[in-house]
């Protein structure tokens, strides 16, 4: 059983870009739900996909979509990047959508 | 506003002695609270849950107690060992709507050999 994988695990853009983070979920598990952690905070979360449906979002303007797919992996799209939105992207998925959710490692995202 | 706190950004213990942690939170529609586990380069890793029906739940060396009235929970590792030296994240979570976590900002716990 593969756990939570996503990619890339580090990513440099520039302010303004565009840039796609991929994930995979665990095996069996429906739910992924997407985080943005900054330096010395907690993980904030963004959104969550069920079946292919957004199932909820934080406060994060629309420039931060996503998709899940049949597979129930899911990308995380940022539009007009901004210096603020370096980060440690976060991507965790659950068996359903109220049980443990379980992580991977993470994309390191820094703007400049 | 932060509605869960972790006031303590940083703790040491000695080995084999008790590590508490504590978290307190001001959002009463929260019923579910887990403890994450972080290393440098990895993503958090769940140790342990608890729903508000309980107000103690156990797992090997971990130990959460929950609080409803203070609305105050906390993590306790006995004993404390030098690889359970990471960055511990609370999280909590409404018992309705989306099933998001809101996360502390997290505590660095040291044990020391």
């Known amino acids: 059983e593969t756990g939570v994988t996503q990619s890339p695990t580090h990513l440099i853009k520039t302010r303004g870009q565009q840039v796609t983070l991929r994930c995979s979920s665990q095996?069996?598990?429906?739910?992924v739900s997407w985080y943005q952690q900054a330096l010395g905070q907690g993980p904030q979360f963004i959104f969550q996909?069920?079946?292919?449906?957004?199932?909820g979002r934080g406060n994060f303007p629309p420039r931060f979509s996503g998709l899940q797919f049949p597979n129930y992996s899911s990308e995380l799209n940022v539009n007009a990047l901004e210096l603020d939105d370096s980060a440690l992207y976060l991507c965790?998925?659950?068996?359903?959508?109220?049980?443990?959710?379980?992580f991977g490692q993470g994309t390191r995202l820094t703007v400049v | 506003d932060q509605q869960v706190k972790q006031n303590s950004p940083s703790l040491s213990v000695q080995e084999g002695r008790i590590s508490i942690l504590n978290c307190d939170y001001t959002?009463?529609?929260?019923?579910?609270f887990l403890w994450y586990k972080k290393y440098p380069a990895e993503g958090p890793t769940f140790l342990i849950s608890?729903?508000?029906?309980?107000d103690k739940n156990e797992d090997g060396r971990f130990t959460v107690f929950l609080n409803k009235s203070a609305k105050h929970l906390s993590l306790h590792i006995v004993p404390s060992q030098p690889g359970d030296s990471a960055v511990y994240f609370c999280?909590?979570?409404?018992?309705?709507?989306?099933?998001?976590?809101?996360f502390g900002t997290g505590t660095r716990l040291k044990v020391l050999a």
């Open positions: 965790a998925s659950s068996l359903y959508v109220n049980t443990e959710a379980f």
């Open positions: 095996s069996g598990h429906n739910t």
């Open positions: 996909y069920y079946r292919e449906e957004e199932n």
């Open positions: 959002n009463s529609m929260f019923d579910y």
């Open positions: 608890i729903s508000s029906i309980k």
């Open positions: 999280a909590a979570s409404p018992s309705s709507g989306t099933y998001k976590y809101i």
